[in-house]
């Protein structure tokens, strides 16, 4: 798989154009505006979180501004934010967090007598994809459910962050928010001026061109 | 901006907010704790608004509560997954069993207006065989209404809401046209029907609560398809900008961050009203009826939570089924990707539907379902993708970037009652020192069939439609019922064909937990349409004294 190209297209080009309404710029503005200290987990804890995030979704290199994504873990915790439910065998998020992450330096230790961020990305995948496997075990993981527990929780809030961020949004095309304007050419292979053009094979200029004109 | 919608009632001071008016109002009447008003409504969701608007028009004094928020559409709601989280119940509850359902934004709403302010708008009437289950299919239960009934409700909740709908709808027995013309096609319906073509089954443009021209102050739908977040434009027709202000104009009062813990009994078995918390402190509200309309988790938990001395395993539960028999449907789905733009996420959701399936009994298991098109938005496509195919990493990021060809098909299916899937309370409290509930579920073999069923139908459409690198979305389900169950005898159902309590007189429960069987088809207009039904009852027995 190759990566898409959207040239030039930025979400947050639209911030003032009729695709946004008040109550959406002040949600991605306080979105914007996280705080990229942790304030549920220590700083020690963070550091390992954020190695994870690092491998759940790996950002490109070049990415000037990448998308903070253990300090939007860190504040759906910190702010008591639930999910609705709580599958029985897990503990509370904030908790398995912390045991997770404790877990993982374990692992990391047991293997490689290193912390878990100092691993290469290789093997902090290995770990990570054990885990989904449900294939660790010892009682630092206290008897939580591997699968659940990557599945349901890690991926499930790094995820979650990734995708409600404009950074994402512009990364696969899509027209983020959309009121009140909305869309009129519902029909395949058209596009609203105000929708991402994708740089194809051969139209990188052209979609450089449209993608300016996205307002 | 307006003010937040959390920190303290918005309907008060003899007023509520106009839904349609940037920092409106609306007059409201409102009562005093200690007047016995004929009706406390618990919850103000599909069942409770309609309620609440039927029973004020027909004179009753009815005061209703909510415990989410009253919000302004216009001005409140975002064009965001994340923000708009706030539309859904948050609150703890533990869930369990072999396939333990999702709950928060999958499957309820917190707000005046309840889970149709985030609901996907698809309005589909019951086949009529499913009101007898049991007797004409050999299946589930049956229910004590007949569908000829149904139907005139039916006719009226779709006039009510103004559905926008086919001329011509190709399932069942006929139907008057429905009120709107039907919207637009997006690519994603094209695709839908397609594959249907292909494989020689009908569709349709799907029924939908949104408005396809406009209608009195709301604007018809600009398609942007954030629906299943709240819809900012007042195209929906939900309960909180169609029933809701109705309500209130008729006299009723709605009490919004307002939550009902405990329905009060006297010495004997009468109802004699709520005790709720509101801006900070626990209150009594006297009603000379209580109605609970909380959905298929909260009103079992309610109930529960409201036993006594006299009622010791719960009100209105001499049956033992209260929390019994909980039921959520299949909402399997089969995607893939194809070769032209698809940009699914413009317009609602579900622009196409087929219900071959629900009228087709050439099937080797109980139940029936349909499909429809899909429109998942960033966060939920994600979610979908790592769960159902266990992706994470460079995997995901690049199957991301196809996010503007994917396409797909979703199914609502059949479940059968069982009563070893159930809700009931567990020892973790909530913030107002309540039980929160515990939910255990599990597909039955019958089920899995059904399922099974489905995915092989639904590849197989959306292959001949010539999309490609399909898989499947095993793992998902929604809507709930069953668990405050409605029947002909009291010992095998909690509630009457009025949705009273078999033991408590003055006690009603009217929401998505009294259908029998859930039927293939979403829920919503058929717990509007009993609610409409009870409000007419209730008024026949009030005339004839028996209330
Ligand atoms: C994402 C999503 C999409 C959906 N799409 C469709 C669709 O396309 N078509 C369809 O037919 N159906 C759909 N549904 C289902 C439909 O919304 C529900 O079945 C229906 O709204 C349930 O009606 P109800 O009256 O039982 O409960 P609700 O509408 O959920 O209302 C219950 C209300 O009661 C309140 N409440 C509960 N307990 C208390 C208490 N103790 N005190 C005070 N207030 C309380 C809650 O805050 C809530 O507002 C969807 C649901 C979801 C979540
Ligand atoms: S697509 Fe239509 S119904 Fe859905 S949120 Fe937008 S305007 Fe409302």
Known sequence: MTERSFPGYDVLDKRDTPSWNDATRSAIDARLAVPREPRFFSSDEFATLEAVCDRILPQPADRQDPVPLAAYVDAKIFSGQLDGYRFDKLPPQGEAWKIGLAALDHEARDRHNARFRDLSRADRDNILREMQQGRLEGDHWQGMPL???????????????????????????????????????????????????????????????????VV | MSSDPFERPRAANGRAPDVFKTGGWIPMRQHRDVDEVDFAIVGTGAGGGTLAARLAEKGFSVVAFDAGPYFRPLEDFASDETAQEKLYWNDPRVVQGADPIVMGGKNSGKTVGGSMVHFAM??????????????????????????????????????????????????????????????????????????????????????????????????????????????????????????????????????????????????????????????????????????????????????????????????????????????????????????????????????????????????????????????????????????????????????????????????????????????????????????????????????????????????????????TDLFRQEEDANHLGGTVKMGDDRRSSVLDADCRSWDVPNLFVCDGSVFPTVGGVNPSLTIQAIALRTADRIEQLAAHGDL
């Open chain 2, 122 to 467: 698809v309005s589909l009437r019951f086949r009529p065989e499913w009101f007898k289950a049991r007797s004409t299919l050999g299946y589930g239960a049956d229910w004590p209404i007949g569908w000829e009934e149904m139907w005139r409700y039916y006719d009226q909740v779709e006039r009510d809401l103004s559905i926008s709908g086919p001329i011509t709808y190709p399932w069942g027995p006929p139907r008057p046209r429905y009120p709107y013309r039907p919207h637009p096609m997006n690519a994603a319906a094209e695709v839908l029907a397609r594959g249907c073509e292909a494989m020689g089954m009908k569709w349709t443009p799907t029924p939908l609560a949104t408005v396809s021209a406009p209608r009195g102050e709301a604007h018809p739908c600009v398609y942007r398809g954030f629906c299943r977040f709240g819809c900012s434009t007042n195209a929906k027709q939900s309960t909180l900008n169609t029933y809701i202000p109705r309500a209130i104009r008729a006299g009723a009062e709605i009490r919004d961050l307002a939550m009902v813990g405990r329905i009060e009994t006297d010495a004997g078995d009468r109802a004699t009203g709520v005790h709720y918390h509101r801006d900070g402190q626990w209150r009594f509200q006297k009603a000379r009826n209580v109605i609970v309309a909380g959905y298929a988790v909260e009103s079992p938990r309610l109930l529960l939570n409201s036993a006594t001395d006299r009622h010791r395993d719960g009100l209105a539960n001499s049956s033992g089924l209260v929390g019994k028999n909980l039921m959520t449907q299949p909402n399997q789905a089969v995607y893939g990707k194809s070769k032209d733009e698809i940009r699914w996420n413009k317009g609602p959701p579900s622009l196409a539907i087929t219900e071959h399936w629900n009228y087709d009994d050439e099937k080797d298991f109980h139940g029936g379902y349909c499909w429809m098109g899909q429109g998942p938005l960033p966060i939920e496509w994600a979610k979908t993708m790592t769960t159902s195919r266990g992706i994470w990493g460079d995997e995901l990021r690049l199957a991301m970037q196809d996010y503007n060809y994917q396409v797909g098909v979703k199914m609502v299916g059949e479940c059968l009652p069982s009563e070893n899937n159930r809700v009931e309370l567990a020892d973790q409290k909530d913030r107002y020192g309540l039980p929160v509930a515990k939910i255990t579920f599990g597909w039955s073999e019958n089920d899995k069939a059904l399922i099974r069923h489905a995915l092989d139908q639904m590849e197989m459409s959306m292959e001949a439609a010539g999309v």
């Open chain 1, 147 to 213: 699968k659940l527990f990557f599945m349901k929780r890690v991926v499930h809030d790094v995820t979650d962050a990734y995708y409600g961020h404009p950074t994402a949004w512009s990364e696969i095309g899509f027209g983020g928010p959309a009121s009140p304007r909305g869309y009129v050419r519902m029909d395949k292979n058209r596009r609203d001026p105000w929708e991402a053009a994708e740089g194809k094979p051969g139209q990188e200029e052209r979609a450089l061109v449209e993608n300016k004109h």
